[in-house]
């Protein structure tokens, strides 16, 4: 199982920027998807899921109505569309499966984890 995050960088508040990652070694299809951040000095925190056909999405409360969680299962690739953002946003974004026993109610991530993509809120 690998997760190539890509789309990272530098943005000034209210800006924008869409993540993407491309997952390899399962089947893509089959599992709920997820995208979670490591903020400087923070425990890493679940951001968004997605359900295996994209019905159901799931967000913190702190990015709802700014983030969008997306699916392409054709292309083994999940997105997730960062708009107005905010320096809290700074962090390490990672991607990554269902763990065993996951749910969209009870969601945990397998123990697999790309590097991530650096995200910087700043002005």
């Known amino acids: 199982v690998q997760f190539e995050e890509s789309g990272g960088g530098s943005v000034q508040p209210g800006g924008s920027l869409r993540l993407t990652c491309s997952a390899t070694?399962?089947?893509?299809?089959?599992?709920?998807m997820s995208w979670h951040r490591q903020g400087p000095g923070k425990e890493r925190e679940l951001v968004a899921a997605?359900?295996?056909?994209?019905?159901?999405?799931n967000y913190a409360d702190s990015v709802k109505g700014r983030f969008t969680i997306s699916r392409d299962n054709a292309k083994n690739t999940v997105y997730l569309q960062m708009n107005s953002l905010t320096p809290e946003d700074t962090a390490v974004y990672y991607c990554?499966?269902?763990?065993?026993?996951?749910?969209?109610?009870?969601?945990?991530?397998?123990?697999?984890w790309g590097k991530g993509t650096l995200v910087v809120v700043a002005s």
């Open positions: 070694g399962f089947v893509f299809g089959n599992y709920i």
């Open positions: 997605i359900s295996s056909l994209g019905g159901t999405i």
């Open positions: 990554n499966k269902e763990g065993l026993g996951a749910s969209m109610e009870w969601y945990h991530a397998s123990d697999f």
